[in-house]
């Protein structure tokens, strides 16, 4: 993600999707799902999103909301307004009722419950956007489901793999394969891209320190922050910060 809460890309034909939601455990998990294959903006904020979609159209867009409400009409009817070609909409909500009624309804292709139906999403989001998914085959599914709602709905601290194993009863080593098979990235690699994510938009969204920032996702100090920062992202959280600015 660059410092404007986009994912940088090599390919710029790839499709466009845009992320919303103000749970950032959500947020985190999808861009996590969704970066490898398509070019990836994402906010917890509507009012980027506003902005975002008057610059350049999505060919999907992902709405995260607690229910229907008037911002989110506006919205997506701005997004179809902006668009030469109506962009697929998903819904994400932890009440499900009223979305598909008018007058969201008619600009709204899904909705999926938060977080037990996150896969389901991801998997949608492929068939529509015509691309093959990333999810296994349905036997490794049910325990790598259980183990992304947990951790979508517990990101700070976030938890470890012996904490999931806990959650969804099964063995560290069983879980592991599982989720890889199902995922296609090991648990722990998995935990470690969501933990960036949620830093990214800790450090653009909000004036927390990184002390603050490192023990809300679950790492020992700033140090240790900076260092898988650097890693995975390039530079230093504080110029990604200042770069958002």
């Not at 009440?95 to 938060?114: C, I, K, Q, S």
């Not at 998997?123 to 951790?151: K, M, Q, W």
């Not at 995922?183 to 990184?210: A, F, N, P, W």
Request: aromatic residues 8%; glycine residues 6%; proline residues 6%.
């Amino acid at each position: 993600m660059r410092a404007d809460g986009r994912e940088r890309v090599a390919d710029f034909g790839r499709r466009r999707l845009m992320l919303v939601d103000s749970h950032v455990g959500t947020l985190a998990t999808l861009t996590v799902f969704f970066s490898s294959r398509f070019e990836v903006w994402s906010t917890s904020q509507l009012s980027t999103a506003f902005r975002w979609v008057f610059q350049t159209p999505a060919d999907l867009i992902v709405l995260g909301r607690e229910h229907p409400d008037p911002n989110s009409l506006s919205f997506l009817r701005h997004a179809r307004e902006r668009a030469s070609a109506r962009p697929e909409v998903l819904v994400t909500a932890t009440r499900l009722e009223g979305w598909l009624d008018p007058p969201l309804g008619p600009l709204v292709d899904g909705v999926f419950h938060r977080p037990s139906q996150l896969l389901d999403l991801v998997e949608r989001a492929h068939v529509l956007l015509r691309t093959p998914s990333p999810i296994g085959p349905e036997a490794f599914r049910s325990r790598a489901r259980s183990a992304i709602e947990y951790i979508a709905s517990h990101y700070s601290p976030l938890p470890g793999v012996q904490d999931i194993a806990q959650r969804v009863a099964i063995s560290e080593s069983h879980l592991s394969r599982v989720f890889h098979h199902a995922v296609g990235i090991t648990l722990k690699e998995y935990l470690m891209r969501v933990r960036i994510e949620i830093v990214k938009h800790l450090l653009i969204e909000t004036d927390q320190s990184l002390g603050v920032i490192a023990e809300m996702v679950g790492l020992c100090d700033a140090g240790h922050l900076c260092r898988l920062f650097a890693r995975y992202v390039g530079g230093t959280p504080g110029k990604f910060r200042r770069a958002a600015s």
